[in-house]
């Protein structure tokens, strides 16, 4: 008889695993997705969106046609709750989904599942911070929206602007504990980019505001890169790059409150500090999404599957110890939870700690940048869990791949302005993405393996990225091809 | 490219004083495109590279 695999989410990490699912499991065996959103978004373009340089439609399209034509049974609906050891006297594991379709909308339902996994990615947090959010003060670019709103937006700002207004931009997080650095280092440099661009750059003040203890930490602790005959880090390119562009930068800092035009913020030295804009796009913290656990009886086992964030527990070391205690090990491999065929891939897993130095403010506030969650590790985590069931399902008897951060490195194309000949990218590799001290004593990553440039070519690749994984993700000739 | 001097937020930290900042010849060759053309070529290599050490089978 065919085993059954229902995928919750269809980003990166879901949709790279359904589709590989697809491909490797014969027809006898049922792939099922139940994802809220009819559209997968390529999110890494959205920035360009921000900007005005594309328009929504060209980083999204609709998944249920590439769904039907694979043969993957898609459901609209979003996963509410998991029942590893089904209910009452059925013991068929089930998840309880809630429609989101127009027609279905609200209508509950059970999918009985032989395996699962978990890739609802992050919960945009807002409500952490008081007045964050494009609904409040602030402006995102987390989903296509969110950056088509922002780049209104900024029309209206660049329109102020050339009245002779002067204008002050505000990018960066909107809490102590946010990740994904890198996004909004790509938006202020695009910013930066499109106001020259637009011919009213000496009009605007342009700031980064981060919980990072220096540039260039992005979540990773930093990292080192070997060039003109010094081992050197990130922190220096980062400074250099936003020191050229004129941009300002206030770090180590948590951001507690917005108003209309002005965010307030605690520094890790304690001091209470404000500063005004005129648009800010500030991201939110990330919270996993809000799933329950029941077991049989019907008693919540939540907090054996899921971390109080609400990101699912996997094969982490989860002991609470001190920074200096922290290693590679610590990191999961299989992404198997204590249900052997539940696993939880992308941004969903819980991770066992930060990367970065934690740090307190006076206050306790804490003011450390989560650990990063980018798209090429949650798509090869997509993969390898894929791989891992399709073993299982012939007869292995444990996962038989791995995939931990502290193993894997990551190739990373941050854009720093978008045009064919005057744009430029920091193309960065990194190996492995958490560094691993035991292996690598002085810095924790092989240098040889680790680099990073600034130029037009970076550019060029992140475009050809763009079409590249949009083709892979429609499923067309070849798809399978193209690396994570 | 040249730095935006009206911007400097006069009175605030003046971070760039401090800074490592590219030279004329660095920023030339940022978009100078027979250079790109090789850069392109080699960092497409760097980060395939990286790509194969992806995920392995399970070593136990
Ligand atoms: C602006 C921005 C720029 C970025 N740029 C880059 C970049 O240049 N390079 C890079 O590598 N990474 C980048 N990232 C990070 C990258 O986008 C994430 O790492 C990646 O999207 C994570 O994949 P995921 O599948 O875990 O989560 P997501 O892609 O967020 O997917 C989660 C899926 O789960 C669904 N879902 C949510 N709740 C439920 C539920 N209850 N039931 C069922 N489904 C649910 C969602 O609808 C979605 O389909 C960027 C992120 C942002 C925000």
């Known amino acids: 008889m065919g085993a059954r695999v229902v995928v919750l989410g269809s980003g990166i990490a879901g949709h790279t695993a359904a589709s590989f699912l697809r491909k490797w499991l014969g027809k006898e065996h049922e792939v099922i997705v139940v994802s809220p959103k009819t559209d997968y978004n390529w999110i890494p373009s959205n920035i360009w969106v921000g900007v005005g340089l594309l328009r929504p439609d060209q980083v999204l399209f609709p998944l249920p046609p590439v769904y039907k034509r694979a043969g993957i049974d898609y459901r609209q609906a979003k996963a509410v709750a998991i029942h590893p050891e089904g209910t009452g006297d059925d013991h068929q594991a089930c998840v309880a989904i809630e429609y989101t379709s127009p027609e279905k909308l609200g209508q509950q339902e059970r999918v009985a599942y032989d395996y699962l996994i978990n890739a609802t990615g992050p919960k945009l947090n807002f409500d952490a911070t008081p007045g964050l959010g494009p609904d409040k003060n602030t402006v995102s670019v987390c989903t296509a929206d969110h950056a088509a709103h922002a780049s209104q937006l900024l029309d209206e700002k660049v329109e102020r602007m050339r009245k002779g207004e002067r204008q002050k931009f505000l990018v960066g997080m909107g809490h102590g504990t946010c990740t994904c650095q890198g996004a909004a280092f790509e938006y202020i440099v695009n910013l930066e980019f499109e106001l020259r661009h637009r011919g009213v750059r000496e009009m605007a003040d342009i700031t980064y505001l981060s919980n990072e203890y220096e540039l260039g930490d992005f979540g990773m602790g930093g990292l080192h890169l070997r060039q003109g005959g010094y081992v050197t880090p990130s922190k220096i390119f980062t400074e250099s790059l936003f020191a050229e562009r004129g941009i300002d930068w206030v770090t180590r800092s948590h951001v507690s409150k917005i108003e209309p035009g002005r965010v307030f913020f605690e520094t890790l030295a304690g001091e209470e500090k404000e500063l005004p804009f005129d648009m800010a796009m500030l991201l939110p913290p990330f919270r996993g999404a809000a799933l329950s656990a029941f077991d049989r009886n019907g008693a919540d086992i939540t907090a054996r599957l899921f971390a109080p964030s609400g990101f699912m527990k996997v094969d982490a070391d989860y002991t609470a110890k001190p920074y200096e205690e922290w290693r590679a090990a610590d990191w999961p491999r299989t992404y198997q939870t204590a249900f052997t065929n539940i696993f939880a891939a992308g941004i969903a897993f819980a991770p066992p700690h930060p990367v970065s130095v934690p740090r307190q403010s006076p206050k306790g506030t804490n003011i450390t940048p989560a650990p990063p969650r980018t798209g090429m590790p949650s798509a090869i985590i997509g993969k390898a869990v894929a791989r891992s069931i399709v073993d299982m399902i012939h007869g292995a008897k444990e996962p038989t791949q791995t995939a931990s951060m502290a193993e894997m490195g990551a190739a990373c194309v941050a854009s720093a302005g978008a045009n064919p000949f005057t744009g430029t990218a920091a193309s960065i590799t990194v190996f492995p993405i958490v560094p691993d001290f035991e292996k690598y004593p002085e810095y924790g990553r092989d240098l040889n393996h680790t680099f990073g440039e600034i130029g037009l070519a970076g550019h060029w690749i992140k475009i050809l990225l763009h079409h590249l994984f949009l083709h892979k993700a429609r499923m067309r000739p070849l798809w399978s091809l193209i690396p994570e | ?60």
């Open chain 2, 1 to 60: 490219m040249t730095s935006p001097k009206s911007t400097r937020p006069m009175g605030r930290d003046e971070h760039w004083l401090t800074v490592t900042k590219p030279t004329a010849t660095t920023r030339f060759f940022r978009t100078f495109l027979p250079w790109q053309f090789i850069r392109f070529i080699v960092i497409n290599v760097k980060m395939v590279r990286i790509i194969a050490m992806g995920h392995h089978p399970k070593r136990s």
